[in-house]
């Protein structure tokens, strides 16, 4: 079964730290990883995805499939960085079109204090 | 409108009560999905819809949750006979498209706060 586990529920960190959110999956077939974000009274919104190998707002994650891991990592945390963060897996659903849904883990507060 | 919106954005229901939730996906997308977001959990998937056809329905928790997309816009998720543990906020998602493709992005509403008292 598909599953996304993020351990820590909680992470404070002063303005300027490293931060690393971590992100553990269980699939069978060939992940897709993302992170979504939702800062306070926002809605969900995509922060990044694995297969762009971009950067967002400094944040980085590299999809680890020897460690069934995506973390997601930046270097100097700011403020508004103060956020709910979710990791999702893209997973097949059955039936027409081939299409997919998100498995997401239960999320993690990040509090960025100045 | 500017992005897929939900209405009523609070919503409370007397235990026994039926309730609809709306959903307005951004216009054209042809993929819908509804998640159901407990107190401190993530988004669990509900259902989804390909334009008005639901194609998977396997995260509905039970037969008094029904969801229609009729004309393959509008979605409404209805939850008949409410019960406490239906309390939670209910995300839709729209994307532009199906298929083996999720890095089209996934677009959501503010969710509905269903409270059942």
């Known amino acids: 079964a598909q599953r996304v586990t993020q351990p820590e529920k909680l992470l404070s960190v002063f303005k300027g730290a490293p931060v690393e959110l971590k992100c553990n999956y269980s699939?069978?077939?060939?992940?897709?990883l993302f992170w979504y974000v939702q800062y306070s009274r926002q809605r969900l919104q995509l922060l990044l995805r694995h297969i762009s190998r971009e950067s967002i707002k400094g944040f980085t994650a590299d999809l680890n499939k020897g460690e069934t891991s995506f973390h997601l990592k930046k270097p100097f945390a700011q403020e508004e960085d103060s956020a709910m963060y979710y990791c999702?897996?893209?997973?097949?659903?059955?039936?027409?079109?081939?299409?997919?849904?998100?498995?997401f883990g239960k999320g993690m507060k990040l509090t960025v204090n100045p | 409108g500017a992005g897929v919106s939900q209405s009523p954005r609070y919503k409370v229901a007397k235990r026994g009560q039926d309730v609809a939730l709306r959903c307005d996906p951004i216009?054209?997308?042809?993929?819908l999905f509804w998640y159901q977001q407990a107190l401190g959990q993530g988004p669990e998937f509900l259902t989804y819809?390909?334009?008005?056809?639901?194609?998977?329905k396997s995260g509905l928790p039970s037969d008094r949750f029904f969801a229609e997309r009729p004309e393959g816009s509008v979605s409404t998720l209805k939850i008949q006979r409410t019960q406490q543990e239906d309390s939670a906020v209910y995300l839709c998602?729209?994307?532009?498209?199906?298929?083996?493709?999720?890095?089209?992005?996934?677009?959501f509403g503010q969710g509905t706060r269903l409270t059942v008292v």
């Open positions: 216009s054209g997308h042809v993929s």
């Open positions: 999702a897996l893209s997973v097949r659903i059955r039936g027409q079109g081939g299409s997919e849904k998100l498995v």
């Open positions: 699939y069978s077939g060939s992940p897709e």
């Open positions: 819809f390909q334009n008005e056809a639901q194609l998977d």
């Open positions: 998602a729209s994307r532009p498209r199906s298929g083996r493709n999720f890095n089209t992005e996934a677009f």
